[in-house]
């Protein structure tokens, strides 16, 4: 269960920050309640694409899958979500993670991101995520398009440290959702032409 308040402790640590009036439109979007979650038998499934430059720690994947299902807690039978993340021969269960509330996919694509980004840079981990919280509930633009809303985000645009983050300053972070009820379409993170090259992305199927 250590994991389970973990992983709880991530997402609520970003779902307690204060917003600001009028600027909060784009966070609140991404972080729309979408628990309880009853899954039942049914799986959830997104296609995990990442890459990057060459960097110790880091492995690229293609034509991977994020799986989210539902399961028992052994401690106390109640239900639980794991996720499980296949990437060629290679399979990972991630979790678990509480069934009553939260979004254990985004919470898993941001702390990937702020890993990632940490890895590839030498910076603090704990720095970056602060900074990407901040971004995703004090900033960010709202759009629509094809019937889906697109939540848009550059969290080290105006960084002090910009110059120091070797072309992850350019970093756009992009969710795409429908009904505020449902999981998010797609979550990606990307860095801007010229820049190192990363990119993260799930793709609801």
Known sequence: MRQVFRAAGLAAAMLLAP?????????????????????????????????????????????????????????????????????????????????????????????????????????????IRNRMKDALFRGGSLTQQDGATLAEFTPFAEDPNAARMGGFESLTMTFVMTDPTEPIRELRAETAPGGPGYRSSLVLQ
Do not use: C, K
């Open 19 to 127: 917003l600001a009036a009028g600027a909060g439109e784009a966070g609140d979007a991404v972080f729309a309640e979408r628990g309880p979650w009853q899954l039942g038998d049914e799986t959830i499934a997104w296609e995990l694409d990442l890459e990057g430059p060459a960097a110790e720690g880091f492995r690229p994947v293609a034509d991977g899958r994020l799986t989210l299902a539902e399961a028992v807690d052994p401690s106390d039978g109640q239900p639980v979500l794991e996720m499980t993340r296949e990437d060629g021969t290679r399979s990972r269960r991630i979790g678990p993670f509480p069934a009553s509330g939260g979004d254990p996919v985004l919470t898993y694509f941001l702390e990937q991101t702020a890993r990632d980004m940490a890895t590839m840079t030498g910076g603090n981990p704990h720095y």
